[in-house]
């Protein structure tokens, strides 16, 4: 597990034309997705003189992930838990049967929000699971249907599949959330952790700190394992942000909540597309199949005339 990922390319000075060079040459290379998909020249004419500063070191620090990216981070993060299956001391022979145990029986489920939806990130993780992983179909199963198993049959392990995690409520709410199984019985993944042998494991792409102790402090029987971690330095809302040198800090959060006011973007609090993110985790992040609701609506306005710098689907 990486606790960071990779940081923003920053030169001694922070230029308009090397930022812009730095996106053409992403998208040349196909970091970045097509132009008609991101267009940083598009979103800087948001911005006014006085504010071409803040925009551009904002733009140096925006991190956008292409599929085949994000697909090599998830296989990262779930091989990873072969430092969790294997014990102190084993041979090497031993730590390879014991990995080929562990993929021949473990179970892949999505995590869901409150009211499950297929829309949710998770199911398209799971189906990672099968196409990136090579793990068979009968081995991707919804929430519910691995509780019925795991009540069926007896323990065997669990990995939960996501790209993000933020503030971790979506994760408690699929592991406290109880659901009535085939015999009836209403049955929760916490509640079935205190049967013994059972293993439970997550996987997400990219974990914020705060989110990671979260899961570790209320989830404690649930191993975490991301590919990265976010620490506060990755926010443009904290002190101790590496997106903005020193003589723009003083003026980082009165920029961006005075432009997203210009775009319309609401301030509710913390809510779904508060001017901060959600949570006002203050994030900079974007994946090719989706924006996390942490990261900044700056990026992907459109109302008021507010041109985004990518578009969320």
Known sequence: MSTSPP??????????????????????????????????????????????DYAVHLLNSFLYFSDRLTNQMFEEAFHGLSNFVRRPGDSFLS??????????????????????NVTDSGFLFARKARQRLGLDESQILSPQDTLDLLLRRGPRPVVFVDDFVGSGNQFIDTWERRVELSNSTMMSFE?????????????????????????????PKVVVNPAHILTSRHSALSSDSFIWPDHLKAGAVDFLERASARAGIPDNGGLEDDWRGFHKLG??????????????????????????????T
């Open 7 to 52: 940081r923003p390319i920053t030169p001694a000075v922070v230029k308009k034309e090397f930022v812009l060079a730095k996106c053409r040459y992403f998208v040349g290379v196909r970091v970045w997705d097509l132009p008609e998909n991101i267009d940083p020249s598009r979103w800087l004419s948001n911005f006014d003189n006085s504010e071409m």
């Open 95 to 116: 730590i390879q049967a014991d990995w080929r145990a562990f993929i021949k029986s473990v179970i892949i489920t999505p995590v869901t929000g409150e009211i499950p």
């Open 191 to 219: 509640t079935y952790s205190s049967v013994r042998g059972s293993r439970f494991f997550y996987c997400p792409v990219f974990c914020t700190q705060n989110g990671y102790d979260r899961l570790r402090r209320e989830c």
């Open 283 to 312: 994030l900079t992040l974007a994946f090719e199949h989706s924006v996390p609701d942490a990261t900044m609506p700056i990026f992907y306005w459109e109302s008021n005339d507010w041109k985004p710098l990518i578009r969320r």
